[in-house]
């Protein structure tokens, strides 16, 4: 009988990014943007969280670096860095129909399902809209309740509210 060979996880490289007092965690893999994580969290409980190796590694991560910094001081409104999301397919119909909102404007979740052909998917889009591991760079603090409202965000609301500000010039920075 063969022997089974242990399979290590794979590496991800890690960077911190900090803006205004918060302080994110950016992770790429070899192909693209992996995870944005939008609370203080430690590398070593990120790997548990998403059964990875981390390494930091700053130069791995310049680009997606260079685009959030440019983000968070108000001179970038389309990220070109490359992503690497992990989902289903439905999901991943969803992120790509959010990262089509222009900077500065939103849209509600029903509007959302509506784009990608599922109207009654409303609570689904909900769902995957939460689930999105790489929330500014595909922006679903754009995506607000259908009364106008903002509704939940993986950052919180008051980072919703300002990350909104900033894209809409009533932020003061």
């Not at 919703?160 to 010039?169: A, N, T």
Request: with cysteine.
């Amino acid at each position: 009988m063969p022997k089974r060979t242990k399979r290590l996880p794979e590496k991800l490289y890690a960077s911190t990014v900090s803006w205004e007092g918060l302080i994110f965690q950016v992770l790429s893999s070899a192909h693209g943007v992996r995870w944005l994580d939008l609370h203080p969290i430690t590398l070593e409980a990120l790997e548990q969280k998403l059964h990875v190796r981390i390494v930091p590694d700053d130069q791995q991560n310049d680009l997606v670096l260079s685009e959030l910094h440019a983000y968070l001081r108000g001179g970038l409104h389309v990220f070109t860095v490359p992503v690497d999301l992990r989902g289903t397919s439905f999901q991943c119909d969803v992120w790509n129909a959010i990262a089509k909102i222009p900077f500065g404007q939103t849209t509600s979740y029903g509007e959302l399902a509506k784009s990608i052909g599922r109207p009654k998917a409303t609570r689904a889009v909900g769902q995957a809209t939460s689930a999105n591991p790489v929330p500014i760079i595909v922006p679903c603090h754009r995506v607000i309740g259908s009364s106008g409202d903002l509704t939940g965000f993986a950052g919180g609301l008051p980072l919703k509210e300002r990350l909104l500000g900033l894209e809409q010039g009533t932020l003061s920075l």
